[in-house]
């Protein structure tokens, strides 16, 4: 009977361990919010999710590539990823030198995060969910008017190589979740729902309601212009690109 | 009959030939028109022969004429980097960068040329980025074809149509943060001939920064956003950084070249009014375009704009560059050099030719009017401290200009007074200089003075006082001078 | 002890096997089942950047479930649109219409026009049967797809068109057209409304066999 009962605890051990390997994720409340580009008049709603706490790293991606083999490099078609994937890797599956596998994974491409999450159960968080998380500082659920938040994103894009770090390298936002900012750049399901042509200063008219924002540049310009960067660089990239500064993270619908 | 006919054969031919002559005479003007017309040619109608990487140089200097070559189709290969610099000693800034400078590479054209840009956006970058150059004839100047996320490259083309020096810089939003960082550069379009040519070719760009902290405050500074939308700036600089023209980096020439900068001002706030310490510009190309003008002071350079500037260097010395809202020149570092060497000319330029002291009441040896009747006042004298005490000020008020405040005097000018030996040697002949001056060579412990002390207009009361001062001070003998020992020298020559 | 040991083992190794992601299984099998259902002279396997790759089901204007590589060995011309669209869409298919005007009949034999739905909750089936009937587009001609959110929001990826819902029932769109060769691979791409379409006719003709 005994070691009936310590196989029984050795598995429940081994598997809480093995879960623990995968993502801890946190579990966001929805609600509702008027993002960068929304007006008045079309407030976003968010219904309850819940999201990685941390950036998905490169051991994670790693490990991924061994159960699926059609993503390493030399196997993934150019429609699902361009030159630069996985170029930070010395060969298949081993990071070069001075990575670190605790690091966020990057130079993976959208159809690479997303397949990664949909292996997980799970899928790449919408936009507005992202936005949604991300507009949260240490204590606050939305902190895009302080200053601090905004001079701390501000001041990130001009650090260079954060994403040498290590994930949770940054603050605890107020749903326990880590490095929304100042790691790396994140995709999201909807990158591609941003109408940036790179000629900004167009932007600002013709059916261009996106950017009708851009109008209300006054005073809380600081917070446009932390929120700006992020949007500027999901209008360049296409859903093959691998950049090295642009990672991701998973999410789940709780319905 | 047969000479009528002659003479109106004659006048016909005559006339004909007078036709026939203005005829030529325009086929003539038509025909050098023709050779000038070259110039003339739709530039979008030139044609382009071969094709040819654009030398791309570090500022200050610029790439080779584009004189001797014909349109081209021109490869430019331009490459953005964000990285850490100085700003200033102590003070580092983020830029982003064209070609890893600030401004960016400066890029030479000629017009007709068919440009072929391919921007690269490096992968360990964080933004995307793009370019708008003010020569392109197309939708944002270039920005619209080439937004270029990090680590990819795109290419467009364009063809330039019009000479003139021109502003390019990076139009991602938000815009103003990206040329405060320092994206931004000049690009030139020669014009058919090419630009005449000089000894020497600069490039020269001004630039306003806003930094967390104030000016010369030390350590990484980022970059402050409201400061900039306020025009608030902390750093006004050419060519990125405090200093970037001074010392070893100064520009250089010899006297007798003739100079030609390509001034930019790539703002993004700020007007230059541009001027160059010692020298007047001979020629100036107005914001970079067809109007010249001549023998300027200072000229204005409109944020995104240009200038060319020639001048001819006479003299030699340091010419000191500077926008001439001075406050940014020597306080936010708007300031550059340019060293020419070479021999003088006194006759442009003397420099100093002799100086001297320069006294209000009156050049030599005054004299007073001579009291003849004695002080029938009966003399007071007043106690060894007090005397001290008037002495002092009194030579605080008379004396110290020259002596100095210890009595030190001044080397080559004024003898010292402090352990003077020439001063302890002879109390009356001490005297008789307060009272009537001194001119000539003396010698006072060892040094040679030779120079004019005025007669000092003071009564004999207060003659003693000061000297009783001079004795007691500083090392000197300590005699005690009284009003009666000053009366005697006073009265000495009349008797 | 052993016994147990072996079961521990057994446990782990399950374990291991229910996490690794088995998708990849399902895709490898596809592509070579399609191949037999092969239409033209187009053998082999697809290229790299063909959009062909895509695994998603569509379904088009006359209720039929298709896959996008049923579309293979067509010319395709590629718009995303939605029926209720009011501002842009009428002036883009006026524009793919323009196109199929000026292209030559010979080309056109061997060309699909393919409008593909931005928003498949409101464009059933059955809407864009009427929408196709509304625009004199109910022939071989003209095909209208529609798929789930994702799906939609991938093929919009792979054509770097960007849209996003700006109300109920507005979205705001990128208008691209975009030609396809007869593999799948995207040639050729126009951004804007009412612009000079002879490049694109020019890829479409130089493509026709």
């Known amino acids: 009977m005994f070691s009936k009962f310590v196989t029984i605890v050795i598995i429940i051990f081994f598997s809480l361990i093995s879960y623990g390997q995968k993502q801890d994720m946190a579990l966001i409340k929805g609600g509702t919010y008027i993002p960068l580009y929304g007006s008045d008049s079309m407030p976003v709603k968010v219904d309850d999710f819940s999201i990685d706490v941390y950036p998905v790293t490169n051991a994670e991606y790693i490990t991924f590539l061994k159960e699926n083999p059609k993503w390493k490099k030399s196997n993934v078609i150019a429609l699902y990823a361009d030159g630069a994937y996985l170029r930070h890797f010395k060969d298949e599956l081993t990071l070069k030198d001075g990575e670190n596998p605790n690091a966020p994974m990057t130079n993976v491409s959208w159809f690479a995060a997303k397949k990664y999450c949909e292996c997980q159960g799970k899928r790449l968080p919408t936009l507005d969910e992202w936005e949604y998380v991300g507009m949260s500082d240490q204590k606050n659920a939305d902190a895009r008017s302080k200053d601090d938040y905004n001079k701390f994103i501000l001041s990130w894009y001009e650090k260079p190589s954060t994403y040498h770090q290590e994930i949770g390298s940054t603050f605890e936002n107020y749903w326990g979740v880590y490095d929304m900012h100042g790691l790396v750049w994140e995709w999201t399901q909807d990158f591609n729902s941003v109408l940036i042509s790179g000629e900004s200063r167009s932007d600002k008219d013709g059916n261009q309601d996106l950017f009708c924002g851009g109008a209300a540049l006054g005073s809380t310009d600081l917070m446009n212009y932390a929120a700006f960067m992020r949007y500027a660089f999901r209008g360049s990239v296409k859903a093959n690109y691998s950049v090295r500064t642009l990672g991701f993270r998973c999410a789940k619908s709780l319905k | ?495 | 002890m052993k016994k147990q040991f072996i079961l521990f083992l057994t446990v782990l190794f399950s374990f291991g096997m229910l996490n690794s992601c088995s998708e990849s299984e399902v895709q490898e099998s596809s592509p070579e089942e399609e191949l037999k259902t092969e239409k033209k002279e187009f053998t082999g396997e697809l290229p790299e950047l063909s959009v062909y790759n895509l695994p998603s089901e569509w379904t088009n204007q006359n209720n039929e479930n298709i896959r996008l590589e049923d579309l293979k060995g067509d010319i395709i011309v590629a718009v995303m649109i939605y029926t209720t669209c009011k501002a842009a869409c009428p002036r883009l298919i006026a524009d793919v219409r323009r196109i199929h005007e000026k292209v030559s009949d010979k080309a056109n034999k061997q060309v699909k026009y393919v409008f593909v739905s931005i928003d498949p909750e409101i464009d059933t089936p059955e809407r864009m049967k009427e929408f196709a009937i509304e625009n004199e587009m109910d022939n071989d001609q003209w095909v209208f797809l529609r798929s789930d959110i994702e799906d939609t929001r991938e093929f919009a990826a792979v054509l770097a068109v960007s849209y996003k819902r700006i109300s109920p029932i507005d979205f705001s769109h990128s208008n691209i057209i975009s030609v396809f060769d007869q593999e799948g691979v995207l040639v050729h791409q126009k951004e804007g409304l009412g612009v000079d379409d002879s490049s694109t006719i020019e890829a479409i003709e130089k493509l026709a066999m």
Not at chain 2, 58 to 79: C, H, Y
Not at chain 2, 268 to 292: A, K, Y
Not at chain 2, 334 to 341: D, W
Request: charge should be negative.
């Open chain 2, 1 to 495: 009959m047969i000479d009528s006919q002659l003479k109106i054969g004659l006048k016909r031919f005559a006339s004909f030939s007078l036709l026939l002559g203005a005829a030529s005479l325009f086929s003539c003007s038509g025909g050098s028109s023709q050779e000038k017309g070259v110039s003339k040619i739709n530039p979008e109608d030139i044609k382009v022969v071969s094709e040819m990487m654009a030398e791309l140089t570090a500022p200050p200097f610029v790439p080779a004429s584009t004189a001797n070559r014909q349109a081209t189709k021109l490869i430019v290969d331009m490459e953005i980097l964000e990285e850490t610099g100085q700003m200033a000693d102590g003070v580092d800034y983020v830029y982003w960068t064209f070609g890893g400078t600030v401004p960016g590479s400066f890029i030479r054209t000629k017009v007709g040329d068919e440009v072929e840009f391919h921007l690269k956006n490096h992968p360990d970058n964080k933004l995307p980025h793009n370019i708008d150059l003010h020569a392109v004839t197309g939708p944002g100047g270039g920005a619209v074809s080439s937004f270029v996320a990090p680590g990819h490259e795109i290419v467009f083309s364009f063809k330039t149509l019009k000479p003139g020096l021109y502003v390019y810089h990076c139009a991602t939003a938000p815009v103003g943060m990206h040329i405060a960082n320092g994206m931004y550069g000049l690009i030139l379009v020669e014009p058919e001939e090419g630009l005449p040519p000089v000894d020497k070719e600069y490039y020269v760009m001004q630039g306003d920064f806003y930094t967390k902290g104030k000016y010369g405050e030390q350590g990484e500074q980022p970059f402050d956003m409201q400061k900039a939308i306020d025009e608030d700036a902390d750093y006004v600089v050419f060519n990125g950084k405090v200093g970037a023209l001074t010392g070893d980096d100064a520009l250089t020439a010899k006297v007798g070249e003739t100079v030609r900068l390509y001034f930019g001002n790539g703002g993004p706030n700020l007007v230059s009014s541009f001027h160059v310490i010692g020298e007047i510009f001979d020629r100036v190309t107005v914001e970079g375009g067809t109007l010249v003008n001549e023998n300027v002071q200072t000229t204005l350079v409109p944020a995104g704009g240009a200038a060319m500037i020639e001048f001819k260097v006479d003299v030699p010395g340091e010419l000191v560059l500077v926008d001439h809202s001075i406050f940014r020149a020597f306080n936010k570092g708007a300031l550059g050099i340019l060293n020419v060497t070479g021999p003088e000319n006194k006759k442009i330029y003397s420099g100093t030719i002799q100086e001297g002291i320069y006294l209000p009441e009156g050049g030599t040896i005054q004299s007073m009017p001579e009291k003849d009747e004695k002080d029938a006042a009966p003399i007071v004298e007043l106690s060894k401290a007090d005397k001290m005490a008037e002495g002092k000020k009194l030579y605080g008020s008379t004396c110290f200009a020259c002596h100095q405040a210890n009595g030190e005097g001044i080397a080559n000018a004024f003898p010292p007074l402090a352990k003077a030996d020439y001063l302890n040697a002879d109390v009356d002949r001490a005297i008789e200089i307060v009272l009537r001056g001194k001119s000539g060579e003396i010698t006072v412990n060892g040094e040679k003075y030779n120079s004019v002390m005025t007669a000092q207009n003071l009564t004999d009361k207060e003659v003693a006082s000061v000297m009783t001062f001079i004795y007691n001070s500083w090392g000197n003998n300590g005699t005690e001078v009284t009003t009666e020992m000053v009366q005697k020298v006073r009265n000495k020559n009349k008797k």
